[in-house]
């Protein structure tokens, strides 16, 4: 018998979802840690933003091996955060506001002291015995097969009471779920509706293509050394020497989404956003998010290394307008896990410009967009001393790769506070403040009509009454060494979108058949003019114009 499905207005198609870290965005009870409460006491700054929605990394119940990304108890929230309580008082809040609430879920992997895992391990005949992913060693006592972990080495961990080797693909804490058993799918099920019904909006699904691995365990073709390119994988890290076609990304993920869909769709304006991690991370996007039956939406990695030039972005978007079908993409240029745009795209003095440049661009796009906390302040990358570092893969991989930790240091709110505002000061916060940041913090950039926090609020309200950027197709123009343009068309409105990427000066000629019949105001872009069939752009110069 089918389920009828519940009405969805569709406010995601578009949408701008902002990301709060909770342990870094306000805590409420001076031990120096974020929680659900300093959540719920700042979330006007997220309205007042123009967000549609907030997306909160895990709050779960964790041994915090990794940040809450090991979860030991799906439907419970970690003390340290608070109570289920607070959290419904959270989500209470956020509706109030004109906010959804979407929570991230962790299901390719367990904490291993999730109850799950450690009956797993008691035996190789008990109740759970499959639903990890447990494998022999090889005759010489060799892990199965050649896959690694993220993190460093093997993907295999020894386990002296079965005597058999298990899957992690992030920290031996983390062990893989095996989602061939039909059992652990109809768990990850209940977790799923267990939250639905507590009154949330959607998910944020991390490394969403994780969750099936090849069933022969087969080793994965080499790819040589990389060249370090690729922005989810450090260039020192062995995990890029590998194409990655059996531990990842396998065919029978698309139907278990299907069935995750399936669920959501009982429930009225829910949705859900991937993060995809893959050697095609754009044609899985696409995959994953075609036909309206699988995720609503998801991201991967391209424009969250390095590479931002003119030429770069041109290519990552025609190659996505090839691939995306039916699919629908939601657009990050920063997140928890990968270093600030500011210095990422910017270096070690950011210029304002190419900020600006970028959140108009990322909100100008066809697809929703994701920003992470203090993006809107253009908060730079910490600088995180080795004794201070909390993040294990840092940990690991230092000096060459520092971690994750310098994103994640606490919001800076009051500029004039010794904490800078993120609490009472009454403990050490668990990541050092970053002193650089102090003149970003949110009073000072609310006081300053020139400040990025208010170019993000005016481009946010501007945005809502462009029915182009919201729900048009896009048009790229062709490739130019400096600027990338590209037209957004709905209902015979023509917008004209154009970034001028570089530090110098440059001239765009509007190709046959454009012609500008106005610059849009409202945007707050800047740094651009129109001269007869030419535009003209100042370093990091942006216009919106109506096209003839």
């Given at each position: 018998?089918?389920?009828?499905?519940?009405?969805?207005?569709?406010?995601?198609?578009?949408?701008?979802?902002?990301?709060?870290?909770?342990?870094?965005?306000?805590?409420?009870?001076?031990?120096?840690?974020?929680?659900?409460?300093?959540?719920?006491?700042?979330?006007?700054?997220?309205?007042?933003?123009?967000?549609?929605?907030?997306?909160?990394?895990?709050?779960?119940?964790?041994?915090?091996?990794?940040?809450?990304?090991?979860?030991?108890?799906?439907?419970?929230?970690?003390?340290?955060?608070?109570?289920?309580?607070?959290?419904?008082?959270?989500?209470?809040?956020?509706?109030?506001?004109?906010?959804?609430?979407?929570?991230?879920?962790?299901?390719?992997?367990?904490?291993?002291?999730?109850?799950?895992?450690?009956?797993?391990?008691?035996?190789?005949?008990?109740?759970?015995?499959?639903?990890?992913?447990?494998?022999?060693?090889?005759?010489?006592?060799?892990?199965?097969?050649?896959?690694?972990?993220?993190?460093?080495?093997?993907?295999?961990?020894?386990?002296?009471?079965?005597?058999?080797?298990?899957?992690?693909?992030?920290?031996?804490?983390?062990?893989?779920?095996?989602?061939?058993?039909?059992?652990?799918?109809?768990?990850?099920?209940?977790?799923?509706?267990?939250?639905?019904?507590?009154?949330?909006?959607?998910?944020?699904?991390?490394?969403?293509?994780?969750?099936?691995?090849?069933?022969?365990?087969?080793?994965?073709?080499?790819?040589?050394?990389?060249?370090?390119?690729?922005?989810?994988?450090?260039?020192?890290?062995?995990?890029?020497?590998?194409?990655?076609?059996?531990?990842?990304?396998?065919?029978?993920?698309?139907?278990?989404?299907?069935?995750?869909?399936?669920?959501?769709?009982?429930?009225?304006?829910?949705?859900?956003?991937?993060?995809?991690?893959?050697?095609?991370?754009?044609?899985?996007?696409?995959?994953?998010?075609?036909?309206?039956?699988?995720?609503?939406m998801a991201y991967c990695f391209d424009l969250l290394g390095t590479p931002h030039d003119a030429p770069y972005l041109h290519k990552v978007f025609s190659r996505f307008a090839e691939v995306v079908g039916s699919g629908w993409p939601c657009w990050a240029i920063t997140n928890h896990d990968i270093p600030r745009v500011a210095t990422r795209w910017g270096g070690t003095n950011p210029p304002p410009g190419l900020l600006r440049a970028a959140a108009a661009l990322q909100l100008s796009l066809r697809g929703s967009a994701c920003i992470y906390q203090g993006d809107e302040l253009g908060l730079p990358e910490a600088e995180i001393a080795f004794d201070d570092l909390q993040d294990p893969y840092g940990i690991a991989m230092w000096p060459e790769f520092k971690g994750r930790d310098g994103c994640r240091t606490p919001m800076p709110w009051d500029a004039s506070a010794p904490?800078?505002?993120?609490?009472?000061?009454?403990?050490?916060?668990?990541?050092?403040?970053?002193?650089?940041?102090?003149?970003?913090?949110?009073?000072?950039?609310?006081?300053?009509?020139?400040?990025?926090?208010?170019?993000?609020?005016?481009?946010?309200?501007?945005?809502?009454?462009?029915?182009?950027?919201?729900?048009?197709?896009?048009?790229?123009?062709?490739?130019?060494?400096?600027?990338?343009?590209?037209?957004?068309?709905?209902?015979?409105?023509?917008?004209?979108?154009?970034?001028?990427?570089?530090?110098?000066?440059?001239?765009?000629?509007?190709?046959?058949?454009?012609?500008?019949?106005?610059?849009?105001?409202?945007?707050?872009?800047?740094?651009?003019?129109?001269?007869?069939?030419?535009?003209?752009?100042?370093?990091?110069?942006?216009?919106?114009?109506?096209?003839?």
């Open positions: 018998m089918s389920v009828s499905k519940a009405p969805n207005s569709g406010w995601w198609r578009g949408g701008v979802i902002y990301q709060i870290y909770p342990r870094s965005f306000a805590d409420s009870n001076g031990d120096g840690i974020g929680d659900l409460p300093g959540i719920t006491r700042r979330l006007e700054h997220v309205a007042r933003l123009g967000a549609d929605a907030v997306w909160l990394s895990p709050f779960f119940k964790s041994p915090m091996k990794d940040f809450g990304y090991d979860i030991s108890d799906y439907r419970d929230v970690d003390p340290m955060f608070g109570t289920l309580a607070e959290f419904k008082a959270l989500v209470e809040r956020a509706h109030a506001l004109g906010l959804k609430v979407m929570v991230d879920q962790v299901y390719s992997h367990s904490s291993d002291q999730h109850p799950w895992f450690v009956e797993s391990r008691s035996s190789r005949d008990n109740a759970k015995a499959d639903w990890y992913v447990w494998a022999d060693a090889q005759p010489d006592g060799t892990p199965p097969n050649n896959w690694l972990s993220i993190f460093g080495g093997s993907a295999w961990q020894w386990d002296t009471r079965r005597r058999q080797y298990y899957l992690h693909n992030f920290l031996a804490s983390q062990p893989d779920l095996n989602f061939h058993s039909e059992e652990v799918q109809q768990a990850v099920l209940e977790a799923v509706k267990f939250w639905l019904e507590f009154g949330v909006d959607g998910y944020r699904l991390d490394v969403v293509n994780f969750y099936f691995h090849d069933r022969e365990l087969r080793s994965n073709p080499a790819r040589g050394e990389p060249d370090g390119s690729d922005p989810a994988v450090p260039a020192t890290n062995p995990y890029g020497w590998q194409w990655h076609r059996f531990d990842k990304s396998r065919p029978e993920n698309l139907v278990f989404l299907q069935r995750l869909r399936a669920m959501l769709d009982q429930y009225p304006d829910t949705t859900m956003v991937g993060e995809i991690g893959d050697d095609d991370g754009l044609a899985r996007v696409a995959e994953y998010t075609a036909g309206g039956d699988k995720l609503h904490d800078l505002g993120f609490g009472s000061g009454a403990a050490r916060p668990w990541l050092p403040l970053a002193e650089a940041q102090r003149a970003l913090a949110v009073d000072r950039q609310e006081a300053d009509a020139g400040s990025l926090l208010q170019h993000y609020r005016q481009l946010l309200a501007w945005r809502r009454t462009q029915p182009a950027l919201l729900h048009g197709e896009m048009d790229l123009l062709p490739v130019h060494p400096q600027v990338l343009a590209y037209v957004r068309r709905h209902a015979g409105q023509r917008v004209l979108c154009a970034f001028n990427f570089s530090a110098d000066a440059a001239v765009l000629p509007l190709p046959a058949g454009h012609a500008v019949a106005e610059l849009l105001s409202g945007s707050g872009a800047r740094g651009a003019s129109v001269q007869g069939a030419e535009l003209h752009f100042e370093p990091h110069g942006v216009l919106f114009a109506r096209l003839a």
